[in-house]
């Protein structure tokens, strides 16, 4: 990074700790040194086996190894394996959020190790995370693509590469809140492109696209249908957080 465009990027972080001083994402009081209180956490449904060994949809009791939920029964995923750390619902939403669209990283650290775990089965011949683009006009309003810093904390610390150039996104979506199943499915549909100088350096590899939230699969399944199009191996996904219960969907 030069000199300008790292005074500007302190510049840019004094002013947001100026304006949004690091508070609480649930109470508002400022933040521990940690950032986010541990009793926080207590609240947080963390996602674990018993699972669809395709989505991830948690089970209630252990049916035993690769059974598939209903959904992937019908039809399985682009991607292999989706994971993610703890349910999205109303605890954890604000947390989600704050880090989405507020630029909180106070609770980075805990995401990064709570997300390693729910990522550990999938590390293994994994040759590169892909943080999900967002379009340059999303980007330049937003400013920072929350996939990005999520993916590059996961690669710190679990030894592992990130892809930031690998797939782009050629199509400025609407928003997928307030969408249904079918809905956001039509809403990605051709948003993603392998880019023409990383074509082969896709084929045959194994990678985990990285993104914040799975609410319906939709928008990983495009970047995962993109991405074995081109050739990939294997393609899974892990995310913060994951709706479970449909009627919680994030607006
Ligand atoms: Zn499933």
Redesign the pocket.
Known sequence: MNRVKRISAAGFSFFLDTVFPPRSLITGDVASAHGIEAELWAHLSFLDAPC?V????PFDYDMGLDV??G??EIKR?AYDRARAAFKYDNDSRKLVLAFKHGGRQEGLAVFTKHVSRAGRALFAGCEGLIPIPLHPSRLRARRYNQSLILARAIAKANDLEVLPDIVQRVKATASQGGKSYSGRKRNVAGAFAVRASASQAVKGRNFILIDDVYTTGATLNACAKTLKRAGAARVDALTLSRVVNPQSVPT
């Open positions: 669809c395709a989505c991830g949809f598939l939920c959904r992937c995923p």
